[in-house]
C-alpha cells in the first residue's frame, strides 16, 4: 500500500487530489490555524472515498490548561478570548502575529461536522460518557473509583447536560469522521 502525502495550502484547496482519492486523511492540531475551517473540512470531505475517515484533532478552546496558558504563545487567555481580543495581546507581548485563526468548542465543531456532511464514527467527548457508563474500563484507579461513584449515586444521569463542564479539564477534541 503506497502512503500518499499532501498539504492543503492557505486557500483549502489541494486542487492537484483527485476527488475521492484518499481512504485516511489526518488532521492533527491544523484546523485551527486554517482561515476558513469549513472549506478546509469541505475539501477533505471532497477528498476522501466513501467510507473514508477523517482523523481530526484540535484544542479544547475551554481546556482549563489552554485558558491559562496558551501553548503557542505562552500567554493566559488567548485561547479562550474573541480573536480580535487575543490579537493585540499577542502582537504586544509576543511581537508576533496570531495564527490561530480558529478556537473550536465542542458544539462549534459538532456543527462544523454537520454542515460538511460528516459522520461522526468516534469522538474523545463520546468516550468520556462511555467510561462514565462502564467505569469498570477506566485505567486509571481515581477516575475509576471516581466515575463508579458517580454511577453509584447514580449522578451519571445528570452528567450528559453537564460535559461541558467536564471538558474544563479536557484540552483537545479528538474526532474520527467518516464520509457516507
Known amino acids: 500500500m503506497a502512503l500518499e502525502t499532501f498539504l ?15 481512504d485516511v486523511i489526518l488532521c492533527h492540531d491544523v484546523i485551527e490555524h486554517c482561515p476558513d475551517p469549513e472549506t478546509s473540512v469541505s475539501e477533505m470531505k471532497r477528498l476522501l472515498k466513501k467510507g473514508g475517515l477523517l482523523y481530526l484533532t484540535t484544542p479544547n478552546r475551554l481546556g ?12 493566559p487567555l488567548v485561547a479562550f ?11 504586544k ?15 462549534g465543531l459538532r456543527r462544523l461536522f454537520r454542515n460538511a456532511g460528516l459522520k ?3 469522538s474523545y467527548p463520546d468516550e468520556i460518557r462511555a467510561k462514565i457508563k462502564s467505569p ?4 486509571s484507579s481515581f ?8 454511577h453509584k449515586l447514580g449522578l ?5 447536560p453537564a460535559m461541558p463542564l467536564l471538558h474544563l479539564f479536557s484540552n483537545t477534541f479528538i474526532f474520527i469522521l467518516k464520509k457516507d
Do not use: C
Request: glycine content about 6%; aromatic content about 10%; overall charge positive.
Open 81 to 91: 478570548l474573541p480573536k480580535f481580543m487575543g490579537d493585540p495581546l499577542v502582537k
Open 8 to 22: 492543503i495550502g492557505p486557500d483549502s484547496r489541494l486542487s492537484a487530489a483527485r476527488d475521492g482519492q484518499f
Open 120 to 122: 461522526t464514527v468516534y
Open 64 to 75: 482549563l490548561a489552554w485558558v491559562l496558558s496558551d501553548p503557542h504563545y505562552k500567554l
Open 93 to 107: 507581548f509576543r511581537k508576533m502575529d496570531n495564527d490561530v485563526t480558529h478556537m473550536f468548542t465542542l458544539i
Open 156 to 160: 451519571d444521569r445528570l452528567l450528559p
Open 136 to 139: 469498570e474500563k477506566i485505567k
Open 143 to 150: 477516575k475509576g473509583r471516581a466515575f463508579a461513584l458517580l
